[in-house]
């Protein structure tokens, strides 16, 4: 099967008229900004040989998905540039687009485009673009001094599953947290709870003390919880007084911590200083 | 250096204030349709071990200005998702993107975001979004029976320099050819005149006739142009009756034949059927 006929595959699964062309042709509404997230998905890195097609699809979109809950967006177009190795590429790629434009249907996202090539190791790149009405995205760098810190579910999720856990993009919750709550910051949990709260408070220019009990995941280490990656829940903050439920759909919603002054992106858990540790790709060799 | 450090330092050299979100925010102009466009960009397959860093970052973007030059677009933003293997990665990334960015401000695009990840083959992939009046996008389906077909330039250059050469994409020409030759449809040429003139064919479902003398480059064989990929050169259809100036800022445009009734995407060249045969990385193995 050649390219033409692969694409042409491809084109019939995701019903899409878009692909015909060298650039997607999309109408953002207005009154409204664009997000837009890229987000790599390799083979040895982010899924293995023993993870499915249809298994690493959804992977991929969903990582891209939680970007835009981050930002408090409401997703609606998504491209894949797909490098393939495979051997038996028609059935791989089928497989990969199953998955992937399942979780698409399910929220709303339409397969706009994309790119298709061969290599010798898999490699992906999901593209989603988003919208929020103009100037309300929520951002890593409005926290402020004294707001509340919290996480959604539970933490070390992915890790206890030696990270073959699929996870759910918190859509729901991020437009329920940019609309109802007003979040002041918020970001999703890629690579661990400290590397991305250090980072949520560089941004912020603010430092920030965890001095609750984190919500950690049956099976999880108090490690797995505080420097395990690929949770894609969200992390995010809001101004002291506000009240947060004990629950969004289902999914709990708890304090860790406290936004404070001092030196930017500096932590403390319990009191003692806490060192960023989590998911570093030119440090760690971990495969995940 | 850690991966905090090496997005530092490209923030530094984009002087964007974007990269620190899990997205950008961008604001589309109403009135306006958005163009997106994704190329992968691969060691082995796009650029080889011995291409400098620097080019290797001018030809990724590229190819991604010539997408939207293909559709008579203004480019805006970019996104590069890069997953490295560099031993010194932090020179190789500044001169990646010293290549890439020079570019970019050439033709005023913001650098506004993407990945950046470590892998065993480095791989890029580069998203372009630009903009056009809504509606006005040329496209490939656009082509009618006895329209001229026409290309830019020369064709086979990329081939008889063994693909080392960076094409210069043809913005201008292609807003050009939407604002003041009302081309019927327009492709840039990646994958070789024949693959490419089927695929316009096959999405205005009109077969073609070449017969008039291609404009071959110096040291390129007559199959470099009519197979050779990588020119990124723009191939366009315009209504018979159009006149077309012999260059457009110093860029030939040459017509080469004719949009015929037929079997959608069949192609004849000079009388005789024209197989296509341009580069497909499903079929073809030769590094590019």
Known sequence: MDELALVARIRKRSRSRLLGDDCAVLSPKPGEDL???????????????????????RKCLARGLSDIAAMGGIPRWCFVSLALASKSPT??????????????????????????????????????????????ALTRSGARRGDAIYVSGLLGRAA???YKDIPEPRLALGRFLREKLHATACMDLSDGL???????????????????????????SLLDAVHGGED???????A?????????????LTQIGTITTGRPGDLTFFGRPLKPAGWDPFRSTRAR
């Open 35 to 57: 997000l837009v997230t890229t987000d790599l998905f390799l083979e040895g890195t982010h899924f293995t040989k023993d993870t499915s097609a249809s298994e690493a699809g």
């Open 232 to 238: 894609y829940e969200l992390l995010f903050t809001v």
């Open 194 to 220: 400290s590397l991305d709260l250090h980072r949520l408070c560089l941004e912020s220019k603010l430092a920030a003390s965890i001095h609750r009990l984190l919500p950690i995941s049956p099976g999880a």
């Open 91 to 136: 059935r791989w790629l089928d497989d990969f687009y199953k998955g992937l434009t399942t979780l698409a249907k399910h929220h709303k996202v339409a397969l706009a485009g994309g790119d298709l090539t061969r290599a010798k190791t898999t490699a992906a790149d999901i593209i989603v673009l988003g919208a929020v009405p103009k100037g309300k």
């Open 240 to 252: 002291p007084d506000t009240k947060v439920p004990a629950t969004h759909q289902g999914l709990h």
């Open 160 to 162: 206890a599953s030696d």
